[in-house]
């Protein structure tokens, strides 16, 4: 079931996340972080932009949200999003799922351009987002270091068309 997120929720949230943060170079973030910082991050999104949940059997196994691109005002039909899936939960379409609903809400809300940044390279990544309608627009090279080595971030869009 997929619903918007809650506060209770960021205990879970923070769990599902410090697994990328700890084994893999999805989020550049080197150090865990607990279930008040995820709590302080949801607050920071919602009510202005969704924070979704895909719930099964009473636990959190993915999560989308949207934030905005940059802070400046011009920015402001701009968002980027991001989805994560529990480690052991790929390949059943929560990530599809969870960002088909995402966008629509964006589209609804009159977003002009949804932007996804990818670390490099992440081939079931980049599937994801080209299934849901992203084109590649950028690459950026070793912009990121973690685990010993430079990482490109690309970064994919999609814009809406009023």
């Not at 410090?18 to 607990?34: G, H, L, P, R």
């Not at 989308?64 to 899936?85: C, G, H, M, N």
């Not at 849901?132 to 950028?138: D, E, H, P, S």
């Amino acid at each position: 079931m997929i619903r918007p997120v809650n506060p209770k929720d960021s205990a879970d949230i923070a769990e599902l996340y410090n697994y990328y943060i700890k084994n893999s170079s999805a989020t550049f973030e080197e150090e865990e972080i607990d279930s008040q910082e995820m709590l302080h991050r949801i607050n920071k999104v919602v009510p202005r932009l969704p924070w979704l949940v895909f719930e099964e059997n009473g636990k959190i196994v993915g999560y989308a949200y949207a934030t905005p691109w940059k802070p400046r005002s011009a920015y402001r039909y701009s968002v980027e999003v991001s989805v994560y899936v529990h480690h052991g939960e790929h390949g059943k379409g929560i990530g599809s799922k969870l960002y088909g609903r995402l966008i629509q809400i964006l589209k609804e809300l009159g977003l002009h351009v949804i932007i996804g940044g990818i670390t490099l390279p992440n081939e079931a990544s980049v599937k994801l987002h080209e299934k849901m309608g992203f084109i590649k627009v950028a690459e950026f090279e070793e912009v990121g270091y973690k685990f010993g080595k430079w990482l490109n971030v690309g970064y994919w869009e999609i814009i809406n068309q009023f």
